[in-house]
């Protein structure tokens, strides 16, 4: 129990270090966003002093408070789940422009990361039992995949798949002639339109997995135990999945909660390639129009994300490999 104890307060320690960052960095940064928010006003002629004052208050870019009696009233809000308002989605509140967004990133990017685990794990498995086949040139070939620029990759498939052969629509996350909803029209056009952003992702991840699994099964079939299963006489599927893969999964588990982690964060130039509606896009629009109250929810988010996904895959790591737990207790 100590052990466990010590993790979660660990993580709670770093959540509140990255809040107080959040709080802080955006306060340096240059840039002022009620002079962008009323710039348009300020060509017209001006802007009266009373109602930028106004803003200001509103926007709680300068509130006249001291910078701790901000920083309370911050974790304040924070903790009733109000980020303040969004200027580059003015008069929209930050939650409402995150809740809005989130799901795209979570369903795209999360489902496309899941599926580039499963696939180069499992194919990295089975290159590494059969190392040294025809099988091992997948590695050089994924290899060469994953270190193609994202955005390259991105624009290659769109000048393929949507422009030349016209298989895929071009931009967008669905059809703007539907009405979003639970309806399986709308739900088609999501995944439809989805397709190319997700193999971007697949494809430019898939390797990475491939080749650490497959080097880690390289090095498992190596132990004892493993050579043992084989002196017994046991079925080469069995000793492939349950003694080699099984035990050499375990790092993959750490990196794939990282991964799982910055789901949230999503892929920004994936979706600025394909003007796809997730959080990666509206990040982007917020540092473009320092749009403070935004970033900080949306790195908010990411933190929790993050640190959640981790806290619970490094429960269950220690769960799955107990010697993890032991060393942490002596």
């Known amino acids: 129990m100590p052990y466990y104890l010590r993790k979660i307060a660990f993580y709670l320690v770093a959540l509140w270090t990255a809040v107080t960052l959040n709080f ?8 002022d966003p009620v002079t ?21 208050l ?80 997948l590695v050089p070939a994924t290899t060469v995949l994953s270190a193609v620029p994202y955005f390259w990759l991105a624009l290659v498939l769109v000048a393929v798949f949507s422009s030349a052969l016209g298989w895929f629509p071009l931009l967008g996350g669905y059809d703007v002639n539907l009405t979003p909803g639970w309806s399986g029209e709308f739900l088609a ?19 990475g997995w491939l080749l650490g699994m497959r080097n880690m099964m390289v090095s498992t079939m190596a132990e004892d135990y493993v050579r043992t299963a084989v002196a017994k006489g046991l079925r080469n599927r069995r000793i492939m999945v349950w003694y080699a893969a099984r035990n050499a999964a375990l790092p993959s588990i750490a990196g794939f909660a990282i991964s799982l982690g910055f789901v949230v964060a999503g892929s920004v130039v994936t979706e600025q390639v394909f003007s796809y509606p997730g959080i990666g896009s509206k990040l982007l629009q917020a540092v473009e129009n320092n749009d403070y109250a935004l970033m900080q929810g949306i790195f908010l988010v990411i933190t929790v994300a993050v640190l959640g996904a981790n806290l619970v895959v490094d429960l269950l790591y220690s769960i799955v490999d107990p010697r993890t737990r032991a060393g942490a207790a002596t």
Request: net charge neutral.
């Open 24 to 31: 802080l960095i955006p306060r340096m940064m240059p840039g």
């Open 36 to 56: 962008i928010l009323l710039a348009k006003a300020q060509q017209r002629g001006g802007v009266d002093p009373a109602a930028r004052r106004a803003y200001e």
């Open 58 to 137: 509103m926007l709680g870019t300068d509130t006249g408070e001291p910078l701790f009696t901000q920083y309370l009233l911050y974790l304040g809000n924070m903790a009733r789940g109000d980020f303040g308002i969004s200027v580059s989605s003015f008069p929209a509140p930050v939650s409402e422009v995150i809740a809005a967004s989130l799901p795209w990133t979570v369903v795209l990017v999360g489902l496309a990361t899941v599926l580039s685990v499963l696939t180069g794990t499992t194919l990295g498995a089975l290159v590494g039992w059969r190392r040294g086949t025809w099988l091992d040139s």
């Open 189 to 207: 056009s999501a995944v439809y339109y989805g397709i190319l952003p997700a193999a971007t992702i697949v494809i430019s991840s898939i390797g």
